[in-house]
């Protein structure tokens, strides 16, 4: 499948200019990406926000007006963030919102045929994660799964203070990583969101289209492959190693 991808968009003239230069890194987004899927949490959630009378759905929406300052750098730590709910939602000093917190870094999925994929790209190239996230949850979640050292570099917008598609998260990657963006590969399963920054920087862009994902966001994507194309689609990670090795031996 993916030797019939790449034939189909090496027609264009942008993907044939970029295959001049060798691959030398490949940028992972975090969420569906990576981190394959997520545990089912949320009724262990609704049990322990019940003695408060609160209803997670409800809560939900205020937890990620927060979370999303947090991961911008807004609020720099979780306990800053956690003061700011107990506010919000009149909670006393002792409510769980940590146990909350630690239940949804540990709902991260990372298969081992995903692990094997980012050991077997980073026998030849570097290898790192881009992702619109906490820093600290993001690498927690790395060593709950032993893979930290799999990564050449971490880049995370809380640390940044820029979410995807903002450029600056993805030059922050191509400066520590010491290269090009045409030399780079970028994968993520968000069109809009992540791809666009990355390829107006010249990063060959991969969209992980996964027709099984089901969510509002993804249906509003069906509009936005109409204005936005990708340089290549897999519908499947272990895609990505046959075309990497094609795109680093085309002429």
């Known amino acids: 499948m993916c030797d019939k991808i790449y034939l189909e968009h090496s027609k264009n003239k942008e993907v044939n200019m ?9 940028l992972f987004d975090w969420g569906r990406t990576l981190v394959g899927g997520f545990k089912e949490i949320d009724k262990k959630i609704e049990e322990i926000l019940r003695p408060y009378g609160l209803k997670w759905d409800e809560t939900f929406k205020i937890w990620r007006n927060f979370y999303f300052l947090r991961s911008l750098g807004k609020l720099s730590t979780d306990q800053e963030m956690f003061e700011q709910l107990r506010r919000v939602l009149n909670l006393p000093s002792n409510s769980p919102l940590e146990t909350i917190r630690n239940l949804q870094i540990d709902s991260h999925i990372i298969t081992p045929e995903t692990i094997e994929i980012v050991r077997k790209i980073k026998q030849h190239y ?36 820029a ?16 290269v090009k963006p045409a030399e780079t590969v970028f994968v993520s399963d968000e069109l809009a969101e992540d791809l666009v ?35 290549v689609v897999i519908s499947k990670l272990e895609e990505l190693l046959p075309f990497l090795e094609k795109l680093n031996k085309t002429p």
């Open 197 to 231: 920054g990355s390829k107006g920087l010249g990063i060959i862009s991969v969209w992980l289209k996964n027709p099984y994902v089901k969510s509002e966001w993804k249906q509003r994507e069906v509009s936005e492959e109409k204005i936005f194309e990708p340089d």
């Open 18 to 26: 970029m295959t001049n230069n060798m691959i030398k890194a490949v």
């Open 126 to 161: 570097k290898v790192g994660i881009v992702s619109n996230n906490v820093y600290d949850w993001v690498i927690q979640v790395l060593e709950n799964h032993q893979i930290r050292e799999l990564f050449d570099v971490i880049t995370v917008s809380s640390e940044i203070g």
């Open 163 to 178: 979410r995807k598609p903002d450029a600056r998260i993805f030059v922050a990657s191509l400066k520590f990583l010491a």
